[in-house]
């Protein structure tokens, strides 16, 4: 890898398909040494920002460059960016050493290179088997292999952990985490919340196209973590009426529960203790990210919440 990974920079990107936009007026950029995740729900433009970053389909406005140029345009763009897509491209026949030697044949690059990267992804000892005999995780990292042929400084991972198992998703993520540490710059796209929640170190949200969030993973779950607490109580109206006093919001739940946000269980206990109200349960409830990404994220759901139209 050559010294330093360079910027990817998103500016005002727009596509449209048949007149809508997947991707709208989009601007971020991904820095090195870090992991970034790119996450929205399916149908957000994820993919199809990708394409445009690697210049395999062109925008109708804005631009995406690496280092400060279009993909198009790079010297040696192999050696500049790896990339994973969700298409797989080996042939069933041929030997994950083959495969890979060809790639690296057909891009100029040196043979140990093959050698190098079958390491990287630990399949040396499988190097010669046939790689239609590969599991979906074993393909994973002979796509990974290949990406990494040209020893980019830039990669970009389009939903890499789809399908895999744990063990599967776990070496992916700690291979990420390890290649943004040796200060290259790593985007990689998922709809999973929880997993990019532990993956990356930054998040770019997106939905419809359009930028939802981009900041530090760290910010993005406690601002979003939201707490509640559910009180049971043969009272709650009066109870209601307290919490209300003291800037908080309920919620009822039942005949004999409500929700209240905005104060936390030590002061909805002494409120209930001067009002001489009898509590029958208090109880703190976090939402899950999953929850709140989705609701952040409803509006811009494909097709949410519609039943699916018949085709005439
Ligand atoms: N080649 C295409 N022709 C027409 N519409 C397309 C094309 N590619 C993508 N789209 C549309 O653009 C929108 C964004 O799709 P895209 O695949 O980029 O989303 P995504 O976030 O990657 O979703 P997923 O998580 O399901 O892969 C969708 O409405 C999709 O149907």
Redesign the pocket.
Known sequence: MSDSAPVIQVSQLTKR??G?A??DSLSFTVQPGRVTGFL??????????M?LMLGL?RPDEGSATVGGRPYRELVQPLRTVGALL?ARSVHPGRSAYHHLLWLAQSQRLPRRRVDEVLDLVGLGDVAHQRAGGFSLGMGQRLDIAAAMLGDPGVLLL??PVNGLDPAGVRWIRDLMKRLAAEGRTVFV?S?LVNEMAVTADHLIV?GR?KLIADCPTVAFVADNSESSVLVRSPEVHRLAQLVVDEGAQWQRESATAVRIRGLDSDRIAELALLGRIVVQELRTETSSLEDVFMRLTEDQV?YAGKTKEATP
């Open positions: 398909y048949r809508k997947a991707v929205g729900p399916n149908g957000a433009g994820k993919s199809t920002t394409q389909t969700e389009d939903e796209s709809h997106i196209g494909e």
